[in-house]
C-alpha cells in the first residue's frame, strides 16, 4: 500500500486528535481517596458545606514543615484547608 506524505499527516491527526469534545468534558481521574488531616484546625469546617464533588483543590509539598516533612497541603476557596494524612503522603 502507498501512502502520501499528505495522507499519512492526515491519518496521523485523526489518530493523535481525536475530536471527542474533551475541551468541555475534561476527564476526571481518582488517585486517591482520604480524610483532610487537620480540617477542624483551619477553615475546613467552615468551607465544607460549600464544597461540592469536582471542586478544583490545590496540593502543594510542605518540605520545611516541621511536623512532618512529606506534608502535603491542601488549600481550597483561597485558605488552607488541611493536610494530606501522613499515611497517604
Known amino acids: 500500500m502507498h501512502i502520501t506524505r499528505r495522507g499519512f499527516f492526515k491519518a496521523l491527526a485523526l489518530v493523535a486528535i481525536p475530536n471527542t469534545g474533551l475541551a468541555h468534558n475534561p476527564p476526571s481521574y481518582t488517585l486517591n481517596r482520604f480524610y483532610i488531616a487537620g480540617l477542624q484546625y483551619y ?7 460549600h464544597m461540592r464533588p469536582g471542586d478544583t483543590l490545590t ?6 514543615n516541621i511536623h512532618d516533612h512529606y506534608a502535603v497541603l491542601i488549600r481550597g476557596y483561597g485558605h488552607k484547608l488541611g493536610y494530606v494524612p501522613r499515611t497517604d503522603n
Request: glycine share 8%; proline share 8%.
Open 43 to 49: 477553615k475546613g469546617l467552615q468551607i465544607l458545606t
Open 59 to 64: 496540593l502543594r509539598a510542605e518540605p520545611d
